[in-house]
């Protein structure tokens, strides 16, 4: 029996050797299941290469989720992010793909319900008077109304993904400080925009941390690279203009993608 157990270990070794040349064995394991959430600022708008079948949504192939999912191969990707969405879009819509085996969730989301939007619109076009009454409004939004929208959000997705980890994103600011030289907007108004935005950030961090889940903060990345930096990974007033003051291909890349590398 001693030479044929011999026999026997030596075929072992010589097929732990075979596997070793060929690369065969146990298949690598996929990334975490990972769900997209949240407004444009999440489904790429500005980032071009957008995802024809994503429609108005603008799901952009650029975008840090699908940069994120291609780099990392993830067991499953739903990319349900879309521009223009609020939070009510998000617990009405966006989670029907998060459960109990999702492994990571993204979100932006809370510009839209301040009017974020429009509230850059009535900057540009108005008086510096108008620009600021907005702002004050927005302000008042984010303060009083924004931190209980964002409660119910970050509930329902860990209602829906218990196991996951939640890394909310946060907002750039918008110009870069000091900015004399910026051709445009004033400077109280450029100001007034980005302090709108420092609050934004604050409100939603405080919501995520109070969830338990992780903030990303892009403002550091972003720094030096806002509008009027001459090196913008936003874009200014575009065409199409449903473009204008979001991230650009490479502000996903190399602005938003880094911080969720950081934090997942």
């Keep these: 029996m001693r030479p044929t157990r011999s026999l026997s270990a030596v075929s072992v070794l010589i097929f732990a050797f075979l596997l070793a040349l060929t690369g065969a064995g146990p ?69 029907g793909s998060l459960n109990s085996s999702t492994g990571l969730v993204t979100i932006t989301i809370g510009g839209n319900d301040a009017g974020f939007a429009d509230a850059m619109t009535t900057c540009v076009t108005g008086s510096e008077s108008t620009c600021l009454n907005r702002l004050a409004t927005a302000r008042s939004y984010i303060s009083n109304t924004l931190p209980g929208r964002l409660n119910t959000v970050y509930s329902a997705i860990r209602s829906r993904a218990p196991n996951a980890r939640v890394v909310v994103l946060g907002y750039p600011r918008m110009y870069i400080e000091p900015s004399w030289w910026c051709v445009g907007l004033g400077e109280t108004k450029r100001e007034a925009i980005n302090d709108a935005a420092d609050l934004l950030n604050s409100v939603i961090s405080g919501r995520a941390s109070a969830h338990g889940f992780v903030f990303g903060d892009v403002r550091p990345v972003f720094d030096g690279h806002e509008l009027c930096s001459g090196d913008d990974w936003l874009h200014d007033l575009a065409v199409p203009v449903w473009e204008s003051y979001h991230p650009t291909a490479r502000g996903h890349a190399s602005g938003y993608l880094p911080v969720l590398n950081a934090r997942d």
């Design 27 to 95: 298949a690598q394991a996929a990334g975490p299941a990972y769900v997209a959430l949240g407004d444009s600022y999440s489904s790429g708008n500005g980032a071009g290469s957008y995802i024809s079948s994503s429609g108005d949504c603008h799901r952009s192939n650029n975008a840090y989720p699908a940069r994120w999912a291609a780099a990392n191969s993830p067991s499953s990707f739903a990319f349900v992010a879309c521009s223009g969405a609020v939070t009510t879009d998000v617990t009405n819509r966006q989670l």
